[in-house]
């Protein structure tokens, strides 16, 4: 095991050991104020401020597309009242947006027909009228954004005066840019046109058409005023649209507000979704908590372990709301999280109390209990809280938020299961204690009892339970698991035959090959249609939008900041050389598409200088003519350059460029990538945006941060169990679990059609914690095993954590099931990627862990030493040999000159390393199971002692020399009951001479079997087959010390009394 330091281990127990006398004695303190606790976090929702804006939530916080709108926002601030132009704004503003197609699948929209009815379409917009709440009204044409006092108008329209000769033939429209022979306005038509067929620069077909209409946002005022006319003009136009008033064209639509209004939508969807959870989440820990015995069955603590969890999880989100954390809707998955955990503890914690005696007092039980269970929830608890805590230093908000309130979550869960919970079970345990029915609190009779006293089989099946305190320890009410046994017998088994590991470690492999293939087809970035939900009306605009306009995207601006001569030849060069090798890219149009107002002054002042009589090499001549002949108030290149204070130098000047062809995230992120590059190598202050850059900063973030994040998450995983578990190994096999998990996960997340962006950037984060709760007490428990091969150290770990992996595992996936239904991506990537980690985090500790660790792991290639070494066994009663083995340690002498006090047996007592019930029944710990399994082979082992030939034996040898006469059975044989019965009563008798008081009246045998006995005659001790001794009572041994934890996953109980076997 190396070398171990347990102070942790050993101040946790101590704490949790007097945490637990404390319930046990006042339980109602604890289960009232941890209610009162709740009911005062929860008034924290009056102040609830929700957070909807996706640019906020799923941009990085100092993302290079903010800075870089700073700077252009510094220079060049958008006046959406007078100077308003489309391809120089800054921020989205205020606007409505529709794509619209052919009804009738005609590709081709240049139609009279079509014409009007997208006229009417128009004017609906601009004639509707829209009430804000204080009842003022007004229209499109009083709020719209303004060009020299003319509202932004959809140009593109005035098309109808020609569009009878288009549609016959008679007129062609040429690309990019025509002017219209009636008004003489110049319609650029790649931002109204998609899809465009173009032959020899005419267009042939238009599938689709773009309107769009802005309104103003330069203050407060105007900004609300917007909002609102934006809810109305969606609702105006979905109610045209699906009123069918339209007979030619299909319209899609979208605003600003869309993804705002879809994230409160996701909000709401899921709500419904808790009341279903909780009644599913009750089912399973009721059936779960259920046992034939109705006396220790717990269907009540399950369900109040789920009440537990929601309340934790309410109370943590008044707490966070009171701190002054916005809200958002993501946060709504954190309450289903939050179930699955709580039922885990709630497993754990009830696992821990029923492998503490019966007999003792509630208090003390309520100790041992909490002392057992301490590591094991507090390391699934910090490991959680670590892993999302490790969030909050993501750039993305969205992820912030998120983690703050999932992780104060886990932390109340944890406070509330060690007060509230721990207060349930000791109101429990005195019900238990008086040996009540579970369901109807009536006092019953143990079955053993019942059968003495001939009850009915009905009342057998449904009424009795509990355990005969005048004979505690009878097999009748003590019984073990199928399923325990199935782990420890038929699936350790199989997995130990060589065939089968080599397919275990095959399957491995083409596991990591999957994943493998997946990393590699892994998409970057949280596209906007994913936001919203699936029946969304924004889902069909984004599928036009990505089908139709992806030729001529966006319009992007390049600002150049500071103080240049721009009369200069050399500054002239530079920016042409800049805008030049921007254009040259493999993502930018050629220089048709480009807005420069130096590229045109300079070449208009050279083309027609002959008339002009103007020079422009001096800087002051060259600012005067640029004012008068091209900075004119109508012309939009006024807007592209800033002056300083005194108009006599230029501080900023700007130009456009037009994307081209850009489809994808990927695309879009390395776009933005080869234009940074481009300007961040010129000699030029430059820098290159579009708002749409704010978001696409994710993509370039989303891997490093989210590799960043699963590195730290190793390491923080990997140093906190070798903090609770000290053991160099087993850190290691953690930190390979880990990163074959989170590779699994993120593979096969791709090859899901799941993105790698911020909403995965969260599943992965607390993917984390999660791979940790089944690998670490696998590898633990395999590491702590006593037992000598590989094969049989297996044959434990699955023993003792089989059933409660399986059992957290499907309480996690329970827990999350009801986000399938949502119709969000959001939480449809919760589930997903939760559901990957709970799968591949089973299938290591269940499959692959064991396999490895029997294979690579320690004394896997060593041979057995067959060295003779003294057998020291420890019984946990004095009739039976230990489950799982004997442990031969060195030689036993015969006869006198056995010394008593070195018998026991190498067998520690539980530790609970797992995160699931126990194995009663349905959730019955192992070390009963194990201790009511050795009360069965007592009489068969003592039968073999007498009859057999252990007797005969002069010593026990380890190894092969170990021969006894006959079979050495450790798990016993089905027996003559009413042998069996008298022969336990027989030795039950002997050790009840134990408890009768020095002086009391004993008869002759039991004066010889007495502990108090002074003689000398030696064979009359060796006369008894068993010379039985005092060793310590529960009691005093738990007074004595504070409880400790061992090596195994099974507890056994503190010992009454040792027997020491007589080898004549």
Not at 101 to 129: G, Y
Not at 693 to 706: A, G, M
Not at 904 to 932: A, F, M
Not at 945 to 963: N, P, T
Request: proline share 4%.
């Amino acid at each position: 095991m190396g070398c171990r330091i347990t102070i942790v281990d050993d101040v946790l127990n101590k704490s949790f050991y007097k945490l637990g006398l404390m319930v046990g004695k006042q339980p109602g303190y604890f289960i009232i104020i941890p209610i009162l606790l709740s009911m005062v976090m929860i008034t924290g929702y009056q102040r609830i401020n929700y957070e909807m804006d996706p640019e906020y939530l799923f941009s990085p916080v100092s993302g290079q597309g903010k800075i870089e709108r700073k700077i252009v926002e510094e220079n060049f601030k958008v006046n959406y009242s007078h100077r308003f132009n489309v391809g120089r704004i800054t921020r989205a503003g205020r606007f409505g947006r529709v794509i619209i197609v052919s009804k009738d699948n005609n590709t081709n929209m240049l139609r009279t027909e079509v014409w009007k009815e997208l006229r009417q379409l128009d004017d609906l917009v601009q004639n509707m009228t829209v009430t804000l709440p204080n009842g003022e009204t007004f229209s499109y044409k009083e709020e719209c954004a303004r060009w020299e006092g003319q509202c932004y108008t959809n140009d593109i329209l005035n098309l109808d005066k020609i569009i009878g000769e288009v549609e016959r033939g008679e007129l062609n429209l040429t690309f990019p840019i025509m002017f219209n022979p009636v008004t003489w306005e110049a319609h650029a038509f790649p931002v109204f046109f998609g899809g465009a067929k173009v032959v020899d620069d005419v267009i042939e077909s238009v599938p689709a058409v773009q309107l769009v209409w802005f309104v103003r946002t330069d203050n407060k005022i105007q900004m609300d005023r917007g909002a609102a006319w934006e809810d109305a003009f969606l609702d105006t136009v979905g109610i045209a649209e699906d009123t069918g008033r339209f007979k030619h064209i299909s319209v899609s639509r979208f605003a600003s507000r869309t993804l705002d209004h879809e994230l409160e939508k996701n909000t709401r969807t899921v709500i419904p979704f808790f009341s279903s959870t909780f009644i599913l989440m009750g089912i399973f820990s009721v059936l779960t908590c259920m046992m034939s015995d109705w006396v220790r069955s717990k269907p009540w603590l399950g369900l109040l372990g789920n009440m537990s969890a929601v309340m934790a999880t309410a109370a943590a989100f008044g707490c966070a709301i009171y701190l002054g954390i916005s809200f958002i809707g993501i946060n709504l998955a954190a309450p289903f999280l939050m179930i699955g955990i709580g039922i885990d503890d709630t497993f754990v914690m009830l696992a821990a109390w029923r492998r503490a005696s019966p007999k003792l007092p509630v208090p003390e039980r309520m100790a041992i209990m909490l002392s057992e269970a301490a590591v094991s929830i507090t390391i699934t608890s910090v490991t959680d809280m670590l892993s999302f805590f490790i969030g909050i230093f993501s750039p993305f908000p969205s992820v912030q938020i998120f983690c703050m309130y999932s992780g104060l979550a886990v932390c109340f869960t944890f406070v509330w299961h060690i007060t509230f919970f721990a207060g349930c079970v000791a109101v429990s345990g005195y019900r238990e204690k008086q040996n009540r029915h579970t369901i109807t609190f009536m006092k019953v009779l143990p079955e053993s009892r019942a059968r003495k006293e001939e009850k009915s089989w009905l009342y057998r099946a449904f009424c009795s339970g509990g355990i005969d305190k005048a004979d505690p320890d009878n097999p009748i009410d003590n019984r073990e698991h199928c399923i325990m046994a199935f782990f420890r017998t038929t699936m350790a088994d199989f997995l130990n035959k060589g065939p089968v590991k080599a397919l275990v470690i095959v399957i491995f492999l083409a596991y990591l090959a999957g994943a493998g293939y997946g990393v590699t087809n892994l998409q970057e970035g949280l596209e906007r249609r994913k936001l919203s939900k699936v029946d969304s009306y924004s889902v069909e605009f984004f599928d036009r939008e990505d089908q139709y306009y992806r030729e001529f995207p966006y319009r992007i601006q390049v600002v150049i900041s500071g103080e240049y001569n721009y009369s200069d030849p050399k500054v002239q060069d530079e920016v042409e050389t800049l805008t030049q090798k921007l254009e040259n890219t493999s993502y930018i149009s050629n220089s048709l598409y480009t807005e420069s107002w130096l590229r045109t002054f300079v070449d208009y002042v050279s083309r027609n200088n002959d008339y002009l009589n103007v020079t422009i090499d001096d800087e002051d001549e060259f600012l005067r003519n640029l004012k008068e002949l091209w900075l004119f108030p109508a012309n939009p290149f006024s807007l592209d350059v800033k002056f300083n204070e005194a108009g006599n130098r230029i501080i900023a000047s700007r130009f456009l460029i037009q994307a081209v062809n850009i489809s994808g995230t990927n695309h879009e992120k390395e776009m933005v990538r080869a234009l940074r590059k481009v300007v961040a190598e010129s000699p030029l202050n430059a820098s290159v945006f579009h708002p749409y850059f704010v978001f696409f900063d994710q993509f370039e973030l989303v891997r490093p941060t989210s590799l960043q994040n699963l590195c730290y998450g190793a390491l923080m995983m990997m140093i906190t169990s070798f903090i609770f578990i000290p053991n160099i190994l087993c850190s290691l096999w953690v930190a390979f679990s880990i990163i074959s998990i989170e590779i699994g996960v993120v593979g096969y997340m791709a090859l899901w059609d799941i993105n790698l962006d911020s909403i995965s950037m969260i599943n992965l984060i607390m993917c984390i914690g999660f791979s940790v709760d089944f690998t670490a007490h696998i590898c633990y428990a395999y590491m702590a095993s006593k037992a000598k091969t590989p094969n049989e150290k297996v044959s434990e770990c699955l023993y003792s954590l089989g059933l409660p992996i399986v059992q957290g595992s499907f309480s996690t996936i329970l827990g999350v099931v009801a986000l399938l239904l949502a119709d969000s991506y959001i939480f449809l990537v919760f589930f997903k990627m939760v559901f990957m980690v709970i799968f591949f985090g089973a299938m290591h500790g269940l499959f692959l862990l064991p396999v490895l660790l029997s294979l690579f792991g320690p004394g896997s290639c060593s041979k057995q030493q067959d060295d003779i070494k003294m057998t020291k066994l420890d019984y946990p009663n004095p009739y039976c040999l230990p489950h799982p083995q004997l442990v031969l340690k060195d030689q036993i002498y015969n006869g006198k000159n056995l010394n008593p006090n070195g018998i026991y047996k190498i067998y520690g007592d539980d530790k609970d390393l797992g995160i699931g019930t126990s194995g009663e029944d349905t959730s019955e710990s192992s070390s009963n199971q194990s201790h009511r399994r050795q009360i069965v082979d007592e009489e068969s082992n003592r039968k073999k002692y007498d009859d057999i030939g252990w007797k005969r034996s002069s010593y026990c040898q380890s190894s092969s020399q170990f021969q006894p006469s006959g079979e050495l059975d450790l798990y016993g044989h089905d027996m003559d009951r009413t042998w069996q019965r008298q022969r336990y009563d027989e030795n039950r008798r002997v050790f009840d001479n134990y408890r009768k008081p020095p002086g009391a009246s004993r008869t002759r045998d039991e004066e010889l079997m007495s502990p108090t006995r002074k003689t000398s005659d030696a064979g009359q001790r060796r006369d008894a087959p068993y010379r039985v001794m005092r060793a310590h009572s529960q009691h005093n041994i738990h007074r004595s010390r504070a409880p400790r934890r061992s090596n195994s996953h099974h507890n056994l109980e503190h010992l009454d009394y040792v027997a020491e076997m007589r080898f004549p």
